[in-house]
């Protein structure tokens, strides 16, 4: 989409801010494909990959600079395996694939990220199951999220941290 008039967080040529104003022109390039298939009978996968190009258009401050805070590839995938009708295990992953901009006029960037959770669960009775989760195997150091500003700092705290290794025991009852 081309759109007029975004409202943004910008500061003018000389640095001032200018704070919530409408930028002249961006454009929103994107796609997203998803697939979710039952490979055997008993492994179920799914990945959705999205790609998303979004651009100032001919800004006199930031000419065709990306728009912060939006990855540029990000790609997710989930497989589930059932051992037996009552035990399952299942991982995900979670990538970011390359660098994304925390400004908007891309000077600073959120590196990318790769992160893998594990689960299982058994089920107990048809109303009573007991699951564990180990979340971020591999305790990765990533920004999860950012501030997105129009111009960042070298000093100034936009990373937004992702957690960091989880483990989870529960159990679960339907009634």
């Keep these: 989409s081309w759109v007029e008039d975004e409202l943004l967080s910008l500061r003018d040529s000389s640095g001032a801010s200018l704070g919530a104003v409408n930028a002249n022109k961006t454009r929103h390039f994107g ?5 979710k298939a039952q490979l055997t009978s008993r492994l179920e996968g799914r990945v ?14 930031r000419g065709n600079n990306r728009l912060a805070g939006a990855p540029r590839h990000w790609f997710y995938a989930s497989a589930d395996y ?43 009775t048809e109303s009573i199951s007991l699951f564990g989760e180990i979340t971020n195997v591999f305790d990765e150091n990533y920004a999860s999220s950012t501030l ?24 679960r009852w339907l009634f």
Excluded: H
């Excluded at 990959?49 to 001919?58: K, S």
């Design 31 to 35: 796609i997203e494909l998803g697939l």
């Design 82 to 124: 059932s051992f037996y009708q009552s035990w399952t295990v299942g991982a995900n992953i979670r990538w970011m694939m390359s660098k994304t901009p925390v400004d908007n006029m891309n000077t600073i960037f959120n590196d990318a990220y790769f992160v893998l959770d594990l689960r299982t669960e058994c089920e107990i």
């Design 48 to 61: 959705v990959y999205t790609f998303q190009d979004f651009r100032f258009r001919d800004d006199p401050v």
């Design 148 to 171: 997105i500003v129009d111009q960042a700092r070298p000093d100034q705290a936009v990373y937004l941290p992702g957690d960091g290794r989880g483990l989870f025991v529960g159990a």
